[in-house]
């Protein structure tokens, strides 16, 4: 958890010098916007924090393949 915490603060010190009104702008039709990525980084996180969560109360860990509840139907993590 320690270099989970050392990771937020650099990535919240990226983001600080990054222009803000670059943010929302993507560098290129295949690449993300600063706004994207963190909006990703947020939702895996968010989704294993709450997978570990339940791991570690005793559920048991589901099927890397499966589909996770919320999941859109049809995406494709291999095009991310």
Do not use: Y
Request: zero cysteines; hydrophobic letters at 50%; aromatic letters at 4%.
């Amino acid at each position: 958890l320690d270099a989970l915490a050392l990771a937020r603060r650099e990535l919240a010190a990226a983001l600080e010098r990054s222009p803000a009104h670059l943010r929302d702008r993507s560098p290129g039709d295949d690449a993300w916007s600063v706004a994207q990525l963190l909006e990703h980084l947020v939702l895996v996180e968010t989704r294993s924090m709450g997978a570990f969560e339940q791991v570690a109360a005793g559920a048991p860990a589901r099927d890397a393949n499966a589909p996770a509840a919320g999941d859109a139907p049809g995406f494709d993590v291999e095009s991310v």
